[in-house]
């Protein structure tokens, strides 16, 4: 499994910079994700963001010192990832990354503390990326978008529109994509940035229900056998990603 989660942001890392290179060498080629993201909307882009961005790290604590080209690689792919978290001025990553890590801690405690520190590493370096690659002079714009109220009650908008489309359809939803099908005004925005309220008005009530029922009841029992059993370190801070990128795929 890992190793397609790899596979996927190696690809996408070769389209980033073949989009890049393009908007270096070839005049009115917009940077990204101006310049196209291969997304009807980015923050679907954000979404898979969220949930690889920990598994990413669980890889790179996988590969052997000895192996520093491999180590190296999966590091920068780390870095690349919050670069493009930030240039695309997503907060809600930002957000549940961040309890997710919170939540890792908890959980884990020291055996999270590698995992933790790695993450951190590559903030800061994805940091640095982001001011090498996008902009010199200004702070990411997620910066000033996490202190702005209305975009949080933009947000709070399209999920009421996802709460009177699931009134409406409150057994089979709307239909799966339905949000973005052309009859309702979201075929543009194609998400309610949230994959939870979107699964409702999709799906209908009793598929959420039992959706989050399942996750909230697999994690606790998965936490309970993994309490229950000893591991070296590694192994832990693999499955502190895996618990991190279960809970925040829930979150976002």
């Known amino acids: 499994m890992l190793g397609t989660v790899v596979s996927g942001g190696a690809l996408y890392t070769v389209y980033f910079g073949t989009g890049y290179l393009s908007h ?42 000895r192996r520093w080209i491999g180590k190296g690689l999966a590091f920068m792919l780390i870095a690349l990832w919050w670069a493009l978290i930030l240039a695309s001025e997503v907060r809600g990553t930002v957000i549940a990354v961040g309890i997710g890590a919170a939540g890792v801690g908890l959980f884990f405690r020291r055996q999270a503390k ?33 202190a702005d ?21 409150p057994v089979f939803g709307i239909g799966p994509m339905h949000f973005a099908w052309a009859p309702y005004p979201y075929v543009e925005l ?52 895996l618990y991190h990128m279960l809970r925040i795929n829930i979150q976002v």
């Open 24 to 65: 270096l060498a070839v005049s009115g080629v917009k940077l990204w994700p101006n310049g196209g993201t291969n997304y009807v909307n980015i923050r679907i882009f954000n979404h898979y963001q969220t949930v690889t961005l920990p598994l990413f790290t669980g890889v790179f604590l996988l590969i052997s010192k």
């Open 114 to 146: 590698t995992w933790i520190v790695v993450q951190s590493a590559g903030l800061l370096t994805g940091l640095g990326l982001y001011y090498l690659l996008f902009t010199a002079d200004a702070a990411p714009p997620v910066a000033g978008r996490l």
């Open 149 to 169: 109220p209305d975009q949080y009650s933009s947000r709070l908008q399209l999920w009421r529109v996802c709460l009177e489309m699931a009134w409406v359809n």
């Open 190 to 241: 194609a998400s309610p940035h949230s994959a939870l309220m979107q699964w409702l008005a999709e799906w209908g009530l009793p598929s959420t229900l039992a959706t989050v029922w399942l996750a909230v009841w697999g994690l606790w029992r998965w936490i309970r056998q993994e309490a229950s059993q000893s591991a070296v370190e590694t192994s832990e801070a693999v499955r502190a990603s």
